[in-house]
Antibody, heavy 120, light 107 residues
Framework: QLQLQESGPGLVKPSETLSLTCTVS??????????WGWIRQPPGKGLEWIGS???????YYNPSLKSRVTISVDMSKNQFSLKLTSVTAADTAVYYC????????????WGQGLLVHVSS | DIQMTQSPSSLSASVGDRVTITCRAS??????LAWYQQKPGKVPKLLIY???TLQSGVPSRFSGSGSGTDFTLTISSLQPEDVATYYC?????????FGQGTKVEVK
């Protein structure tokens, strides 16, 4: 059974870069039937789609974050990652990694989430 | 970008009541609409996709309907374990926007 697990620092300073990794187990990240994505949720607020990546490197980003976001795949480690630059307190959130079908499809498998605080 | 608007933002109903949540897209999204349930402190869980297809393992009291711009999530008989926030999401194209959520409570 496919599982996803986020990892990374729980505290990032303002203006620095937030870097998170999602480790995929139970299946290969190079499976041609999946896209891999990141979603975040500020404390007490709703869900925000950040972006998605295919194992080939093809990416889609939320226009509201596009200038600061990079999502990439490391096939050798069966991982994909999120980098968000120039963070502010508004980027404090639980960050989820998730999987969806490569055609149009919903996120049907999620990681447990990782709370990241942006604070000095 | 297409906006997703849910209503109401919150509701309180009794056990056994029929509960309806609506989600409206600002443009036609065909049936590329999913519903998620997020219980307090938990990970979002996929309930329904393709507007009306129940994800495996989801109780049959949940149902979805709609196409185009107007969609509905219905809980036919509210149970205590259904206390959660429910989100719709469009997935026809990027950005894959979520609705703002509807919080469901039991009286």
């Amino acid at each position: 059974q496919l599982q996803l697990q986020e990892s990374g620092p729980g505290l990032v300073k303002p203006s620095e870069t937030l870097s998170l990794t999602c480790t995929v187990s139970g299946d290969s990240i190079t499976g041609s039937t999946y896209y891999w994505g990141w979603i975040r949720q500020p404390p007490g607020k709703g869900l925000e789609w950040i972006g998605s990546v295919y194992y080939s490197g093809s990416t889609y980003y939320n226009p509201s974050l596009k200038s600061r976001v990079t999502i990439s795949v490391d096939m050798s480690k069966n991982q994909f990652s999120l980098k968000l630059t120039s963070v502010t307190a508004a980027d404090t959130a639980v960050y989820y990694c998730a999987k969806r079908p490569s055609g149009p499809g919903p996120f049907d498998s999620w990681g447990q989430g990782l709370l990241v605080h942006v604070s000095s | 970008d297409i906006q997703m608007t849910q209503s109401p933002s919150s509701l309180s109903a009794s056990v056994g009541d029929r509960v309806t949540i609506t989600c409206r897209a600002s443009q036609d999204i065909n049936n590329y609409l999913a519903w998620y349930q997020q219980k307090p402190g938990k990970v979002p869980k996929l309930l329904i996709y393709a507007a009306s297809t129940l994800q495996s393992g989801v109780p049959s009291r949940f149902s979805g309907s709609g196409s185009g711009t107007d969609f509905t999530l219905t809980i036919s008989s509210l149970q205590p374990e259904d206390v959660a926030t429910y989100y719709c999401q469009k997935y026809n194209s990027a950005p894959r926007t979520f609705g703002q959520g509807t919080k469901v409570e039991v009286k």
